[in-house]
């Protein structure tokens, strides 16, 4: 069992990337699947057409939920001018990344 805290700290400096799910306005067409997940090409409040990597668990294990917070952490500090600007995370109804889209 875990909560959906990702956060480094006590602090909530994760919350501005944390994306509720009714902002997600619409979850688009399916455009890729995976081993771990479902990437969708979305549309999301604040941010327009998103890519949305939605993973294959709805009740993750410990280890799951670890490896989703290791990715949200590492994208979190990824800036760089060939790569995807990351959005944020959803957590409820599935969980979920989310990114910049490229078409």
Known sequence: PHNDDI???KKNHHLEWK??????????????KGTY???YKAQVR???CVALKELN??????TQFQAFRNEVFALKKIT??????????IVSPRFAIV???CD
């Open 7 to 9: 956060s480094e700290t």
């Open 19 to 32: 994306i509720r799910a009714e902002d997600l306005l619409d979850h688009g067409r399916m455009v890729g």
């Open 37 to 39: 997940g479902t990437v």
């Open 46 to 48: 604040l941010h327009g």
């Open 57 to 62: 668990f709805v009740s993750p294990t410990p």
């Open 80 to 89: 760089h001018q060939n790569t995807l600007n990351f959005y944020g995370y």
């Open 99 to 101: 990114t910049q889209w």
